[in-house]
């Protein structure tokens, strides 16, 4: 027969060892959204960058085309 202090202990352990696998795949889960968001936001400043230099490179071929006097 199990006694009351050890049924006790038997509990704790089970819910400290379920808290930290929540605790673990929480983690995860923010650690990905993370990697995530910063991919996101490194893409959009790439795209800002090309579209800046795409305009840059536009506005220097209409230059080109037109005649100094």
Known sequence: MVGKFE???DTVQELTESAATHVG????????????????????????????????KAREDEGEGETVD
């Open 7 to 9: 049924r006790r202990k």
């Open 25 to 56: 795949k929480i983690a995860t889960i923010i650690a990905g959204a993370v990697r995530d968001v910063t991919r996101e936001i490194g893409d959009w400043v790439s795209d800002g960058i090309e579209m800046r230099e795409a305009a840059k």
